[in-house]
């Protein structure tokens, strides 16, 4: 069946680094588009960043443009993002999702938490 888990996630100081890891199996990896999305608590689920099933191109938020960045190893199936510079604004869950022309409905992964806090 379809699979994604995320990891990566946890606790780290404002300034800091994490990069999360999306693992994904039981579909055609490789032809789809992998996003991250994330939700902070009392707020709406957001797009964070973007990337096309080659990897060749990639989209982010305004709010994260320039501290993260979305990368994938197809061999791998495995999507990643590396995030930068972290605020305590970047607190939130944060969900791997994969859509495709070929698929009716996107998929999503359980979510893995990210706290930014001294």
């Known amino acids: 069946q379809v699979q994604l888990v995320e990891s990566g996630g946890g606790l780290v100081q404002p300034g800091g680094s994490l990069r999360l890891s999306c693992a994904a199996s039981g579909f055609s990896f490789r032809l789809y588009t992998m996003s991250w999305y994330r939700q902070a608590p009392g707020k709406e689920r957001e797009l964070v960043a973007t990337?096309?099933?080659?990897?060749?191109?990639?989209n982010y938020a305004d709010s994260v443009k320039g501290r993260f960045t979305a990368s994938r190893d197809n061999a791998r199936n495995t999507v990643f993002l590396q995030m930068n510079s972290l605020k305590p604004e970047d607190t939130a869950i944060y969900y791997c999702?994969?859509?495709?022309?070929?698929?009716?409905?996107?998929?999503w992964g359980q979510g893995t938490q990210v706290t930014v806090s001294s």
């Open positions: 999702n994969a859509r495709s022309s070929i698929s009716a409905r996107p998929y």
């Open positions: 990337i096309t099933s080659s990897g060749g191109s990639t």
